[in-house]
């Protein structure tokens, strides 16, 4: 193929013509990589147009790119990799464009960087996205962590298709019909693509998710299920909307997802899974030429050629020749034409021209119905399509009418909610505030108000008086005016009988003029009466002047007195005044204060949160430095024993308990944090030493008791690790469960149980009778020996005599001394038992306190037996030798056996001892008494053994050559045969004292604590 035509056909497929891209260039670009095997001719005709200058262009280029991705020569992906950056770049150049091309561009381009990069990382996937479902699982490699990142990917890549899907319908009026229109079906077309991705990635996603399930627990996927039904959403409403559209349903059948999205925790739901189907018609025309109508090749070809009637008519009338050539004159034998021929021949021309009208009608008729038909095609489905989505308006307005509705509704409950909330906070905090400034300037203004009471007495007072006074002025006002009122109604009176006298005299002057003296003198009397009362009137007028000077001087003093009580209000309002400022400094002072409070207070949380965090952390790092321990190969040589690892084990349960406790007080209250960072702390010691005890121990036990034991230590620091993971969120605090991590310590004890020594498996009650047993048997030995030794001595002397005698009563004399400071020494050891018992019980009896001190007492009992037995056989041995059947060399040994065992009774009576203790000393100096008499007894042996090999010795005197050759081959034979069965003997001294060592420290608890921490 040429390559100018590769390029041609690439610049005809990406043009600014805003037209869907034709099918026939893109094909061309889609075998023009085939034939090159990559896409360089692509990108060299690519690099030279504007993309970043014109959107359509762009968008048009994202089209044919994507087209190449999916059909193209596999190359075409790795060599645009090499432009990724510059697509990088203008993908952010046209997201700055918030409408129209721009932002689909840059959704776009995303788009097509995510799907190369989804290819370069999974090179077994195709271009196109078509593969089986083996295909499917080797591109995970049977790897659960490869499947888990391949949905991943898978998420993001159909994330990035939706978000271009949206876009595009976001960015189209759909009230419209749009996709009939060229501008429409610009923006639809690469939806095609999409659809087809998108179909195989949910395919995919399904399958592997369900795969996914079947490896993972559910909470793991709780992720990928929720970013599944999410897209799956999307997808389904976007699957739906394009299936509607006239657009795709010539081009494109687009499958339909199911109501429900697949149940992942449901294995056998897979098998209910149908993968959506994609079919493209092979016979649909490109989106660019559905609506260009050709007017030359408007034929109609559905419109079969009808025959012609009047011609078979003809035919059938006339003869096949006539009609087939009606000028044939040779037919008439040479014979003129005639009217009826020329008829004919005008008749055969008429029809001619009737049969080409009527083809000519004919094919007009076809192609205006063909015309029309397709017309009524397309009128149909923009009816059909306007219907649909006029029924789809109408029910989104009425469903945004009701929401509308209910918005209003609530908009306005809650606006006067928030008023009447508004108002009574408002009040509240006035309120609140009001209150708060009373009570705190309450104290304050009590002793004013007291003081203001005194005043206001005071004032109160001094008017009283002044109203008392000026009551007092008024009452003689008032008395006053009714003496004058009385006064003139008495002269009034007066003048009225004067007058009426007068007139009873003048009507007995008439009559009696003898009177007129009398008369005369009766008026003179009245006149001096008159003049009394004027005068009278006149002192109580100067008396009311004064009487209304004094009240004006008390109303005066009442106005001052008036003022001041104005003054003391106009201060006492003042003062409430500054009362109230201070109040208001008051309470912001109290505000700064509780503010401030609550910061150290949040503080102090955030530190005790902090200091349990550090503690726990601390314990972890212990329980983990632990499990580190048992795992490092140095460790195998450390050893411990079970009874060790039983009380590591109970100190751990208990502190167990301690924990449990604190945490529940921490939860009650948080402020008790430090008894809960303690127990944390020393829980965190504890399991740490149990672990690492639990370890040691198995290392002498056999394989299968040490394996069982390894797996409880090791289940036990599991379980430690995650109830302090638990602890260290405070959300998870008070749901921490300390109860299989005690399960798991009590699994570990109850293996140490069973791996102790069965024989000092005793009861409480035994114990103590045991000790006290093997007390009494070893007096009652010591005081048998004593006694056979005294029985020896005598038999002795009446038998032997000379040297043999002085040797067996030194011998038995330096026996019967160490009997007697062995006998010392049980006494002094039983006298220090009576006080370490009697100051150690407490409240308890003496067999629970053995009981409770069980390994002590253990060493005891013993150390008693092997005193007692150590007696019994130098006895025997001492009988041995005196009779001259024994060796000296055994009552040598069992000397040094009594010795070691009397001071194994000495070490284990002052292990609990008293430092200071009478009897304590008295048991030290038994016991140097006891190592005296031992000497004296191996001296005095060795001392009888010299005397008795010196009388023993050999004479050669009468032996011959031959015989002292012969004695001394003999005597080189028992020296080698002695030295040989001394050096095995040795030998099984040494083994022996081994195994006994081992044996009493597994019995006894020898060096316990020291193997421990081992």
């Known amino acids: 193929m040429d390559l100018s035509k590769i390029a041609v056909s690439i610049n005809k497929a990406i043009n600014t013509q805003e037209v869907a891209v034709k099918e026939k260039h893109a094909r061309t670009c889609i075998l023009g990589t085939h034939h090159e095997k990559g896409a360089h001719t692509f990108w060299a005709a690519v690099n030279r147009l504007p993309l970043s200058s014109n959107a359509v262009l762009c968008w048009k280029f994202c089209h044919v790119f994507h087209k190449l991705l999916r059909d193209g020569h596999p190359n075409v992906i790795k060599d645009s990799m090499r432009n990724k950056a510059d697509l990088t770049d203008m993908s952010r150049m046209w997201g700055h464009l918030s409408e129209g091309y721009g932002k689909l561009c840059s959704i776009y381009l995303k788009l097509l960087i995510t799907k190369m990069e989804f290819h370069i990382k999974n090179p077994r996937f195709p271009g196109n996205l078509q593969m089986s479902n083996r295909q499917l699982d080797e591109a995970g490699e049977n790897d659960v962590n490869n499947f888990f990142q391949l949905t991943v990917e898978m998420f993001d890549y159909l994330e990035c298709e939706l978000n271009l899907f949206l876009g595009v319908f976001s960015s189209l009026d759909m009230s419209r019909s749009v996709s009939v229109t060229a501008a429409g079906q610009c923006r639809l077309a690469p939806l095609i693509q999409v659809i087809l991705d998108c179909s195989h990635l949910y395919d995919y996603t399904v399958k592997l998710l369900f795969k996914l399930h079947?490896?993972?627990?559910?909470?793991?996927?709780?992720?990928?299920?929720?970013?599944?039904q999410e897209q799956f959403k999307k997808l389904k409403s976007l699957f739906y909307r394009s299936?509607?559209?006239?657009?795709?349903?010539?081009?494109?059948?687009i499958p339909q997802l199911p109501e429900n999205p697949p149940n992942f925790l449901r294995a056998s739901a897979l098998s209910e899974h149908i993968s959506p189907v994609v079919v493209i018609p092979a016979e649909s025309s490109s989106p660019e030429s559905e609506h260009v109508v050709e007017t030359d090749d408007l034929v109609d070809t559905d419109v079969p050629v009808l025959p012609v009637p009047v011609e078979t008519k003809f035919d059938d009338l006339f003869g096949t020749t006539a009609a087939v050539d009606p000028f044939n004159f040779n037919s008439q034998n040479g014979m003129r034409k005639d009217d009826k021929d020329r008829l004919i021949e005008q008749l055969t021309r008429e029809i001619q021209a009737l049969k080409d009208e009527l083809e000519s009608f004919r094919l007009e008729s076809g192609r205006l119905c063909q015309a029309l038909r397709g017309r009524v095609s397309e009128l149909e489905a923009e009816l059909a399509e306007q219907s649909h989505l006029r029924l789809q308006a109408v029910g989104e307005s009425e469903f945004l009418k009701a929401e509308l509705d209910d918005l209003r509704r609530v908009r306005e409950d809650t606006e006067k909610e928030q008023r009447s909330l508004t108002e009574i906070e408002r009040k509240a905090q006035a309120n609140e505030q009001r209150y708060t400034k009373?009570?705190?300037?309450?104290?304050?203004?009590?002793?004013?108000?007291?003081?203001?009471?005194?005043?206001?007495?005071?004032?109160?007072?001094?008017?009283?008086?002044?109203?008392?006074?000026?009551?007092?002025?008024?009452?003689?006002?008032?008395?006053?005016?009714?003496?004058?009122?009385?006064?003139?109604?008495?002269?009034?009176?007066?003048?009225?009988?004067q007058l009426e006298q007068l007139q009873e005299l003048q009507r007995e002057l008439t009559s009696s003029r003898a009177e007129l003296d009398s008369l005369k003198t009766h008026v003179a009397s009245s006149q001096q009466s008159s003049e009394l009362l004027s005068t009278q009137v006149a002192t109580l007028v100067s008396e009311k002047a004064e009487l209304?000077?004094?009240?004006?001087?008390?109303?005066?003093?009442?106005?001052?007195?008036?003022?001041?009580?104005?003054?003391?209000?106009?201060?006492?309002?003042?003062?409430?005044?500054?009362?109230?400022?201070?109040?208001?400094?008051?309470?912001?002072?109290?505000?700064?204060?509780?503010?401030?409070?609550?910061?150290?207070?949040?503080?102090?949380?955030?530190?005790?949160w902090s200091?349990?965090?550090?503690?726990?952390?601390?314990?972890?790092?212990?329980?983990?430095?632990?499990?580190?321990?048992?795992?490092?190969?140095?460790?195998?040589?450390?050893t411990s024993s079970a009874d060790f690892l039983a009380s590591r084990c109970q100190a751990s349960l208990d502190c167990m308990d301690r924990l449990q406790s604190a945490r529940q007080a921490f939860v009650a209250n948080s402020t008790v944090v430090s008894e809960l960072v303690r127990a944390v702390t020393q829980c965190g010691h504890l399991v740490g030493d149990t672990i690492v005890q639990g370890s040691a121990t198995s290392h002498m036990?056999?394989?299968?008791?040490?394996?069982?034991?390894?797996?409880?230590?090791?289940?036990?620091?599991?379980?430690?690790?995650?109830?302090?993971?638990?602890?260290?969120?405070?959300?998870?605090?008070?749901?921490?469960?300390?109860?299989?991590?005690?399960?798991a310590l009590e699994a570990i004890l109850a293996t140490a149980e069973?791996?102790?020594?069965?024989?000092?498996?005793?009861?409480?009650?035994?114990?103590?009778?045991?000790?006290?047993?093997e007390m009494a048997a070893t007096s009652a030995a010591v005081e048998s020996a004593a006694a056979r030794i005294e029985e020896m001595l005598n038999k002795s002397r009446a038998v032997d005599t000379g040297v043999k005698m002085e040797v067996n009563e030194r011998i038995l004399a330096s026996c019967t001394e160490l009997m007697q400071a062995i006998k010392e020494l049980v006494l002094s050891s039983k006298d220090l038992q009576r006080d370490i018992v009697e100051s150690g019980r407490g409240a308890a009896s003496m067999k629970e306190f053995y009981a409770k001190n069980s390994r002590w007492t253990e060493g005891l009992i013993s150390a008693s037996k092997a005193v007692g037995w150590g007696a019994t056989v130098m006895v025997d041995a001492a009988d041995l030798v005196v009779q001259g059947k024994g060796k000296f060399e055994e009552l040598m040994v069992c000397s040094h056996e009594i010795a070691a065992s009397t001071a194994q009774l000495v070490a284990?009576?002052?292990?609990?001892?008293?430092?200071?203790?009478?009897?304590?000393?008295?048991?030290?100096?038994?016991?140097?008494?006891?190592?005296?008499?031992?000497?004296?007894?191996?001296?005095?042996?060795?001392?009888?053994?010299?005397?008795?090999?010196?009388?023993?010795?050999?004479?050669?005197?009468?032996?011959?050559?031959?015989?002292?050759?012969?004695?001394?081959?003999?005597?080189?034979?028992?020296?080698?045969?002695?030295?040989?069965?001394?050096?095995?003997?040795?030998?099984?001294?040494?083994?022996?004292?081994?195994?006994?060592?081992?044996?009493?420290?597994?019995?006894?608890?020898?060096?316990?604590?020291?193997?421990?921490t081992g």
């Not at 299936?243 to 059948?253: A, P």
């Not at 003391?568 to 204060?593: D, F, I, M, P, W």
């Not at 797996?711 to 036990?716: A, L, N, Q």
């Open 438 to 497: 009373l009570k705190e300037k309450y104290t304050e203004l009590v002793q004013s108000h007291a003081d203001l009471l005194r005043k206001n007495a005071e004032v109160t007072r001094q008017m009283t008086v002044a109203q008392a006074a000026q009551d007092e002025v008024e009452e003689v006002r008032r008395e006053m005016q009714e003496k004058a009122r009385c006064a003139q109604e008495a002269a009034e009176r007066q003048e009225r009988e």
């Open 701 to 743: 036990v056999p394989v299968e008791q040490a394996d069982a034991l390894s797996v409880c230590v090791k289940t036990c620091g599991a379980e430690a690790l995650a109830l302090l993971g638990q602890m260290k969120q405070q959300d998870s605090l008070a749901a921490a469960d300390a109860g299989r991590l005690k399960a």
């Open 754 to 773: 069973k791996l102790r020594p069965r024989g000092l498996e005793l009861q409480q009650g035994e114990l103590g009778d045991l000790v006290e047993q």
């Open 243 to 253: 299936s509607n559209l006239q657009y795709f349903k010539r081009l494109i059948q």
């Open 548 to 608: 209304e000077e004094s009240l004006t001087k008390v109303e005066a003093e009442l106005a001052v007195r008036v003022e001041e009580l104005e003054q003391v209000q106009s201060s006492l309002t003042a003062e409430r005044e500054s009362g109230v400022k201070v109040a208001e400094a008051l309470q912001n002072q109290l505000n700064e204060k509780e503010s401030r409070e609550q910061t150290l207070e949040s503080q102090l949380i955030a530190a005790r």
């Open 214 to 228: 079947s490896c993972l627990p559910a909470d793991t996927l709780q992720g990928h299920r929720d970013r599944f």
């Open 908 to 1012: 284990a009576s002052k292990v609990k001892a008293d430092k200071g203790s009478s009897n304590l000393q008295r048991l030290q100096q038994a016991s140097r008494g006891v190592t005296q008499a031992t000497a004296a007894v191996v001296a005095s042996t060795k001392s009888g053994k010299s005397q008795i090999e010196e009388t023993d010795t050999m004479d050669f005197s009468s032996m011959t050559l031959t015989q002292i050759k012969r004695q001394e081959m003999d005597a080189q034979v028992l020296v080698l045969e002695l030295e040989t069965r001394l050096q095995k003997e040795r030998e099984r001294l040494g083994e022996l004292r081994k195994k006994h060592y081992e044996l009493a420290g597994v019995a006894e608890g020898w060096g316990e604590e020291e193997e421990g």
């Open 611 to 638: 200091s349990l965090q550090g503690a726990v952390e601390e314990a972890e790092k212990i329980v983990q430095d632990s499990l580190a321990q048992i795992d490092d190969p140095a460790h195998i040589s450390c």
